[in-house]
Nanobody, 126 residues
Framework: QLQASGGGLVQAGGSLQLSCKYSGRTFMDSTMGWFRQAPGKEREFVAGIRPVGRSTNYARSVKGRFTISRYNAENAVYLQMNDLKPEDTAVYYC?????????????????????WGQGTQVTVSS
């Protein structure tokens, strides 16, 4: 139901845009998130965007460099990544949840999300 794309190899300082298409019936009610997992490390939250008001939340390590956005007409969420660093190298996953739409809690944990895409590799060379 979630199809991520846009990964690739880029030099440090470069940019990439990841895309995620959601074919589920609840996109308009879903908070969408991006996570990443580097080899030997836990999967970590990168960015998220709510369905209503489109408020966003970012990991400290990417704030100011990455921008998450969504285009509801296409059931799509994007992650614009600028000023990429070698430490951004990871498999990036998009995820969706409907559990927190009407709460003040912003989902940032892996367990908060119900649906996951297959991941797309981002490699940043120094």
């Amino acid at each position: 139901q979630l199809q991520a794309s846009g990964g690739g190899l880029v030099q440090a300082g470069g940019s990439l845009q990841l895309s995620c298409k959601y074919s589920g019936r609840t996109f308009m009610d879903s908070t969408m998130g991006w996570f990443r997992q580097a080899p030997g490390k836990e999967r970590e939250f990168v960015a998220g965007i709510r369905p209503v008001g489109r408020s966003t939340n970012y990991a400290r390590s990417v704030k100011g460099r990455f921008t998450i956005s969504r285009y509801n007409a296409e059931n799509a969420v994007y992650l614009q990544m600028n000023d990429l660093k070698p430490e951004d190298t990871a498999v990036y996953y998009c995820a969706a949840t409907t559990n927190y739409e009407h709460t003040s809690y912003f989902p940032r944990s892996r367990s908060d999300y119900e649906d996951w895409g297959q991941g797309t590799q981002v490699t940043v060379s120094s």
